[in-house]
């Protein structure tokens, strides 16, 4: 019996060390572990056709169609509603999507959903569509929560998410948020001028039908800023803290966030991302014909998608929340809006040189790869000049591609980087997955290095 004693004594210290340690022993049990989620994706020229056979397969019989108002002019939307027409599918068509939404827009799409019993939806259109149809379908599916009921904590109330959801065919036109691979569903919370979202494996798309002759209408700057967004998913997944460093352990593994921390299943799908975009963007962005271009991106986006949808995002993401919700006159050429705007990928990839200068010290391998893959000669560097290689890396890449001259050129100033720190505040889900801890000064030094770029 005393030895028996000796052992649960001896049990219980090392669950209560093995709780706050991080030492390698013990981090298979507590801190090491990952998940892999995978996504269901059909990619090809023409697969939307069949669109119509895949809602008869699911037996749908009123299907809720989302698009913005714009794209329900264009062919991507033509297409699927061929398709649908064709396989005598029933649906109604919201169109009133919001380009970049708020919380006002999503509880617009809510309501219509409510307002029906639809089976199975269907968003057609960038990522502004599919995270309002992932909204749509989950409280339509929880009409008795609140709106801020599964919104990220400490804005919204971050409960999990327990009930089942209809399933949901996503349809991309841009190259991407690679929304249709995640769980993710990102909105403007206007009462704090910052964006939040909704995270949960729960709400990720049953399939992502991935069409790349949707990308030829893109008109030439939602192509470049959605490209920007595909470039930082692939770099902040690549260089997020691991997976093994991040605290603290779920104590369950329903409890276990989307956003693990870099692992080495994220690491392949980012790092090829990251090649993709090398290769094609600027060709993707110069010529809306270069199928070939503008298809690779279409799956670069899937594979950044699924690589920081199981890794995370960092500071350009965090920073990048405030940026668009702080916008006071900006407007952006080719998106079909009236409100001033800043685009999602414009307002991540401008802190892009000052977040990997900083981070580079925490780990210079990854940041000189980033470097040498988007074409910069790092054979004489040292470990020591990761963070200023990355950085001019990136600085003459969106120069090349005729990006604004910093936050001072979309309105903002040195006076702005309070409330831009105190929109970061917040965004702890995705900042704290940055290599490198940081403080509030910190962060206004990388807002202030943020302001002119050229
Ligand atoms: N859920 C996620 O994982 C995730 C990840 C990153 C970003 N986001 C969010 O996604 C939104 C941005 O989405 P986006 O960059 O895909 O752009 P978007 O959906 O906001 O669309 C941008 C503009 O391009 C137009 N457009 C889209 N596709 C077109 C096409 N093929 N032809 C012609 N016009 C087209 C739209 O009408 C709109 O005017 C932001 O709200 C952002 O926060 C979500
Ligand atoms: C609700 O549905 C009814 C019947 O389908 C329709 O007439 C009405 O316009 C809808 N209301 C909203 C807000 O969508
Ligand atoms: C919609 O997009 C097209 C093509 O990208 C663009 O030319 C047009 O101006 C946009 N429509 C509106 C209403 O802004
Ligand atoms: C990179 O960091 C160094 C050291 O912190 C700093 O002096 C330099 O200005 C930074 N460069 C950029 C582009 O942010
Ligand atoms: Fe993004």
């Given at each position: 019996a005393e030895l028996m004693d000796v052992l649960f004594l001896c049990y219980m210290l090392c669950v209560v060390l093995c709780s706050r340690c991080r030492c390698p022993a013990h981090s298979n049990s507590f801190h090491g572990g990952m998940k892999m989620a995978s996504s269901n994706i059909r990619y090809g020229e023409g697969v939307s056709r069949e669109i119509g056979m895949d809602l008869q397969n699911l037996r749908a019989q009123n299907v809720c169609l989302m698009t913005d108002r714009n794209l329900s002019r264009l062919s991507p939307v033509k297409v699927v509603l061929e398709s649908l027409t064709k396989n005598g599918v029933k649906y109604k068509l919201f169109d009133n999507v919001r380009v970049e939404p708020t919380d006002t827009s999503f509880k617009e799409a809510i309501l219509f959903a409510k307002n029906d019993s639809f089976d199975v939806f269907v968003a057609v259109g960038g990522g502004s569509v599919i995270d309002t149809c992932k909204a749509a379908n989950l409280y339509s599916c929880h009409p008795e929560a609140d709106f801020l009921d599964f919104v990220n904590a400490p804005i919204g109330k971050g409960k999990p998410i327990t009930g089942a959801l209809k399933p949901l065919i996503a349809v991309p036109t841009t190259a991407g948020t690679g929304s249709e691979t995640t769980g993710v569903a990102i909105f403007d919370y206007t009462p704090l001028k910052a964006k939040t979202g909704i995270a949960s494996r729960a709400i990720r798309p049953t399939l992502g039908i991935v069409d790349p002759m949707h990308t030829l209408s893109m008109p030439e700057r939602v192509t470049a800023n959605s490209g920007f967004d595909v470039l930082c998913h692939a770099l902040e997944s690549y260089t997020a803290l691991p997976y093994n460093q991040r605290s603290?352990?779920?104590?369950?593994p329903i409890n276990r966030p989307a956003y693990q921390g870099s692992n080495p299943i994220s690491d392949v799908w980012s790092r090829h991302a990251l090649h993709v975009v090398a290769k094609y963007m600027k060709r993707a962005v110069r010529d809306p014909e270069d199928l070939e271009a503008r298809s690779?991106?279409?799956?670069?986006?899937?594979?950044?998608?699924?690589?920081?949808?199981?890794a995370g995002v960092h500071l350009c993401h965090g920073m990048s929340y405030p940026i668009a919700g702080n916008v006071k006159t900006h407007s952006a050429k080719g998106?079909?809006?009236?409100?001033p705007l800043v685009p999602h990928g414009l307002s991540v990839v401008l802190t892009s040189p000052a977040v990997f200068n900083f981070t580079a010290p925490m780990c210079p391998e990854r940041h000189l790869e980033a470097a040498h893959i988007l074409g910069a000669d790092v054979r004489q560097l040292k470990r020591d000049d990761a963070g200023a290689v990355l950085a001019d890396t990136l600085r003459q890449f969106l120069f090349d591609l005729q990006v604004e001259d910093g936050l001072g050129a979309l309105g903002y100033s040195l006076d702005d980087i309070p409330a831009l720190v105190k929109g970061t505040i917040p965004q702890e889900r995705v900042t704290k997955l940055s290599p490198r801890g940081h403080t509030e000064e910190d962060l206004s030094q990388l807002?202030?290095?943020s302001m002119k770029l050229y």
């Open positions: 603290p352990c779920p104590p369950n690779s991106m279409h799956l670069a986006s899937v594979f950044a998608g699924i690589g920081f949808g199981n998106y079909s809006v009236e409100h807002f202030q290095a």
